[in-house]
């Protein structure tokens, strides 16, 4: 499918290099298919081109293999000398070994010396490409020992590479928990070019004089380099260079293991800012030394204390005498009728099953062994203070962090198209809640998210009224769930100039995976934390913000503009980061369902906060969590520590692939329309001024530009698809066409959108068969308009306008009624919504009233301020469009008339919408006066 893509580009511009390893393949697969027609032909002219073609793939290739261990240096060169002599054959016999050997990953295994025709290592290659064909798949890495690649960034001569490259092949023994190869380049930005495109890279050897320049154009890392220039580089230091390229290192993969390797004064190397090191070695240190240090630091990371000890428990033997009958299976095993559990799961999970907080287990509740020591690696992977594990979901993990953060009357600042669990977790917390609105997208039925702007004014009406020291949390969803990524860096730091001390509470249930892409990973929670943290103690800072802070002083503060039109700093002085994310692990990495997690990067944490947190964290927390989800939260942390570049890498590439497809198909785009970013972002919060992050000539290059600068940018992973065309609405589509014929499962729709996610697990298999399916879909749309009569057209004509022209609205948060408003006399908006949700427990204070008959409107008509008294959740678009306590407006009800979902959490058609008595509302009024 892709052999085409991208090939003809020019390689050296890695403007593919978000595709690079489907390019990789797919060139090696081309290679090898022309060797096979050229070993074969007889046509002179067609031999010529073919060779033309080898040589123009060999020498892309080369360029990719040179940041790979394998093939290696020496390979390529025996790849080159065969090309040179003619040597078709046997290149065509070497190539297709490879191509073997890289799918087989049968190197990852043993040494595969292309060199030479060793018929025994041939044959374990066979054999390991057999095994593959049985299982379709390449061994795990759970029976053998892992592989990983070791970075050395170093201007060695080829015979020096081969020398250090054989003494640490020489150091492997059958006993190491690893096994891993070197990798070698000779410049600044060849380091960093090779930490990109090889995933493999674990650790990485920086060495002392290597230059700054690649001998490759690499507009790929012109995001990266920004800011630093040529010829600064070139007149640092060796060792100032190492420790940029360490720092630069860390930001694009942290998880990198770090070793800076000097022939100067160590003592004096120690005395810097080497803080990206995990140790420093003198040239003359040992191999050895190396090679333990390095094995030692992977273990660091590979190690999952909890999902082990719950192994080691499960092997002991023990009596219970405690709750659990179907503790090691114990309940089943001599049932006559309930057998069929362990033929389905297997004996282990039961053997795993325990209530036991002891024997080398751990209590979740109060952590001290295992499950700390696994929180606290989490911590370390996600970048954030302390993390915290949950078993029941963000949906709880949500609650905990708003219940230990917020009191009472504290007000809150809530995007309404948040995921439920936060409306109940304003109710649970007696919060007064103001609602932002997101900006809408009309045409597809769904919303976007919050400008800051609509943020800021908030903020600003609050401290206008004297209100701002009660605001307490901005609470906002990032990513939503089609993708609309916020600045959160932006967002913060624009919040806290109007109020320092604001806690932000990041819901990033679909965001957990972005920790581990270059690109994705400044846009989540703690990163962003982390960074403005740093930000606001330096001394740069420092000086910017006097310059700006003078400028400032100068405007009208009463003037909106003042505050609005322009970028705020915060006062480096006063302000605090504190700033929480929630993932649903589950969601987008490996965790069983329901597993979550709770990060925090709070600096008044320990003081102010981790008391209540321990508190609401046992409000919410069952006294028997899951153990098995706690495991796969520990086993889920190590392997996106370990691989999760690579994993989302490919869940990246396996989307492009998607949406290059969907953009150039003719007879998809008869049907289907993919959403562009400028299809989701309005251009006012498109800085960039990307339109969208693809361009087929240059490939996939605009991304990093747009998620640099924009307010809001799309995750290119999600993808949705208009079908407004197809006269069948989102709900129809996903559930008669995709899942009923062809059992591909969605969740997300609008009136005339479906969303395809793609996670860690999709293939390009997985892809394929997508398209096939969109492709036979196409053609059934096609036939069905040539086989219908006219009045049957006429009303296929009739649905597509419906779903392309008469959309409704969508509604804004109307305003609580004053009988909820705590503060109507300041004018703030904000509500208490537990005063208007605990209102309706009794009967007598809410009646129903009808809008399908005109009850309804008829009161409103009349005048009358006609109130929910409950949740309306429509699904889609699944969040609320009425909350307890809020003034049923025009708007919302043309919503809720023109709504063809069946799905109406809180709204019973026979009986209409619950509703506040006007009596009741009188009498909240005056008891609050
Ligand atoms: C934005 C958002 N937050 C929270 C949740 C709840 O997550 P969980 O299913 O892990 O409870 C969801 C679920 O879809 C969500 O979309």
Known sequence: MSDTIGTDTPYTALGFYHKISQLRADTWNALKRDLGKLVNLQDEAQSRNLVKAVDIKLTRLEIIEDYHAFPSKEDFRHLWHLFNRQEYSLLEKVVKRLVRAMISESYRRRQVDLSETDADAEDLETLDALAQLRRGHPTSNSSSQPYFEVLIVDAMSLQEEEVVREAFHNLRRPEDKFVYDVVTVRSFEDALIAILVNPNIQACLIRYEFPYKSKYNLSALRNYLEGISEVELESKSEAERSILLSSMIREIRPEIDQFLVTSGDVEVTASRDIRHFNRIFYRETDYIEQHHTILRAIDNRFRTPFFDALREYSRKPTGVFHAMPI????????????????????????????????????????????????????????GSRQSYFVTNGTSTANKIVVQALVKPRDIVLVDRDCHKSHHYGMVLSGAHVAYLDSYPLNDYSMYGAVP??????????????????????????????????????????????????????????????????????????????????????????????????????????NDDATWLDRPLLPDPESVRVRTYA????????????????????????????????????????????????????????????????????????????????????????????????????????????????????????????????????????????????????????????????????????????????????????????????????????????????????????????????????????????????????????????????????????????????????????????????????????????????????????????????????????????????????????????
């Open 452 to 557: 800051l702007r609509e943020i800021k004014k908030t903020l600003l009406e609050y401290k206008r009224s004297g209100q701002l020291d009660k605001v307490k949390m901005l609470l906002l969803t990032n990513c939503t769930f089609d993708g609309v990524v916020y600045n959160v860096r932006r967002v913060m730091e624009e919040c806290l100039a109007i109020k320092p001390d604001l806690v932000f509470l990041w819901d990033e249930a679909w965001f957990a995976f972005a920790t581990f892409n270059p690109t994705y990973r400044p846009r989540t929670a703690m990163h962003a934390a982390r960074y403005l943290r740093d930000r606001y103690r330096s001394e740069e800072y420092a000086a910017e913000y006097a310059a700006w802070k003078e400028e400032f002083d100068q405007l009208d503060p």
């Open 327 to 382: 503790s090691r299976g114990k309940s089943i095993t001599r049932s006559h009728w309930a057998g069929q559990m362990i033929d389905f799961y297997g004996i282990n999970i039961f053997l795993a099953e325990t209530s036991a907080t002891s024997g080398g287990l751990d209590s979740l509740l109060q952590p001290y062994g295992p499950i700390k020591k696994a929180q606290e690696y989490a911590a370390r992977a996600f």
């Open 582 to 929: 929630t993932h649903s692990t589950h969601k987008t990495l490996t965790s069983l369902r329901q597993g979550s997690m709770i990060h925090v990067y709070d600096q008044d944490y320990r003081q102010k906060v981790e008391a209540p947190f321990h508190e609401a964290y046992m409000t919410h927390t069952s006294t028997s969590p899951n153990y098995q989800i706690l495991a796969s939260l520990d086993v889920g942390r190590m392997q996106a520590e370990m691989e999760g570049f690579e994993l989302v890498h490919s869940q990246v590439e396996a989307a492009l692939s998607l949406r290059e497809q969907l953009y150039t198909n003719p007879l998809l785009n008869k049907y289907f329309e993919v959403l562009k970013n400028s299809d989701l972002v309005p251009a006012e919060f498109r800085q960039s001024g990307v339109e969208t992050y693809y361009d087929p000539n240059a490939g996939w290059n605009k991304m990093e530009e747009a998620w640099a600068q924009d307010e809001f940018v799309v995750d290119p992973t999600r993808i949705t698809l208009s079908i407004g065309k197809t006269g069948i609405d989102g709900d129809a589509f996903k559930n008669d066409y995709l899942m009923n014929q062809y059992g591909i499962q969605i969740n997300k729709t609008s009136r005339n959108t479906v969303l395809f996610m793609t996670n860690i697990g999709t293939t390009r298999g997985a892809i394929a068969y997508l398209l096939d399916v969109l492709i036979k879909l196409a053609k059934s749309f096609d036939r069905r308009w040539e086989e219908s009569s006219r009045p049957e057209r006429k009303i296929i004509e009739h649905q597509v306008k419906s779903l392309t022209h008469d959309l409704p609205p969508l509604p804004d948060f109307s305003r609580f009624h004053d009988a909820f408003r705590p503060h109507v006399d300041a004018g703030t908006p904000d509500g208490d919504i537990r005063r208007a949700y605990f209102l309706s427990y009794d009967e007598e204070n809410t009646e129903y009233l009808r809008f399908d008959n005109g009850e309804l409107q008829r009161a409103m008509n009349a005048g009358r301020d006609v109130v929910s008294a409950s949740f309306v959740i429509p699904y889609p678009p699944g969040f609320p469009v009425l909350v307890p306590g809020q003034v049923i407006s025009e708007e919302i009800l043309y919503f809720l008339q023109a709504l063809d979902v069946t799905e109406i959490h809180g709204y019973r058609p026979e009986l209409g919408l619950i509703v506040f008595t006007e009596e009741a509302l009188l009498a909240t009024s005056e008891c609050s006066e």
